[in-house]
């Protein structure tokens, strides 16, 4: 019986990134200009919302504090609140682009929590389908998006500032 394979090799990048490396990537892209580049949508005072390079779903968003920590109890209460609020605005703007079934919110913090950039504290916010976990992300460990992460960014680029 022949195995067929799904290559998605731009993640190749992820994987064999040096990881001694002490430069942050959430602080160098909050440093550039907002593009497709740096996949930030949206700057607050205190957080910005960028898409993750790989995501779980169409949509897939982080909420970041500007300031550089790794731990909760190091952001000040207003930062935290800020928090809170960007991602309720993300879950309606992306409510009102994708009609996902529901979301995850949350952080993983520390290697064993999860967390794959451990050095700066960040908030994801995932559109959910039902089914969206199917045999090729469980068995196959690899996600199949609709649309680029490029298409991604401008639409949820375009809607967020429509709203302000």
Same mark, same amino acid.
């Given at each position: 019986?022949?195995?067929?394979?799904?290559?998605?090799?731009?993640? =190749?990048?992820?994987?064999?990134?040096? =990881?001694?490396?002490?430069?942050? +990537?959430?602080?160098?892209?909050?440093?550039?200009?907002?593009?497709?580049?740096?996949?930030?949508?949206?700057?607050?005072?205190?957080?910005? +919302?960028? &898409?993750? &390079?790989?995501?779980?779903?169409?949509?897939?968003?982080?909420?970041?504090?500007?300031?550089?920590?790794?731990?909760?109890?190091?952001?000040? =209460?207003?930062?935290?609140?800020?928090?809170?609020?960007?991602?309720? =605005?993300?879950?309606?703007?992306?409510?009102?682009?994708?009609?996902?079934?529901?979301?995850?919110?949350?952080?993983?913090?520390?290697?064993?929590?999860?967390?794959?950039?451990?050095?700066?504290?960040?908030?994801? +916010?995932?559109?959910?389908?039902?089914?969206?976990?199917?045999?090729?992300?469980?068995?196959?460990?690899?996600? +199949?998006?609709?649309?680029t992460l490029e298409e991604t960014y401008e639409r949820l680029k375009a809607a967020w500032d429509q709203q302000e």
């Open positions: 019986m022949r195995m067929d394979h799904i290559y998605s090799p731009w993640r =190749k990048v992820y994987f064999q990134r040096d =990881k001694t490396d002490p430069t942050c +990537v959430f602080c160098a892209a909050q440093e550039t200009e907002d593009s497709p580049e740096n996949l930030i949508i949206h700057r607050g005072e205190r957080v910005y +919302v960028i &898409l993750n &390079l790989y995501p779980y779903s169409s949509g897939h968003l982080m909420v970041v504090p500007y300031q550089h920590c790794h731990e909760l109890a190091e952001l000040p =209460k207003e930062t935290l609140e800020e928090m809170i609020c960007t991602a309720s =605005k993300a879950v309606a703007l992306l409510e009102s682009i994708y009609h996902p079934q529901g979301f995850n919110l949350g952080m993983n913090i520390g290697s064993p929590g999860g967390a794959g950039i451990t050095a700066h504290l960040h908030m994801h +916010v995932v559109p959910r389908w039902t089914g969206d976990a199917n045999f090729i992300s469980v068995i196959g460990q690899t996600r +199949v998006l609709p649309e």
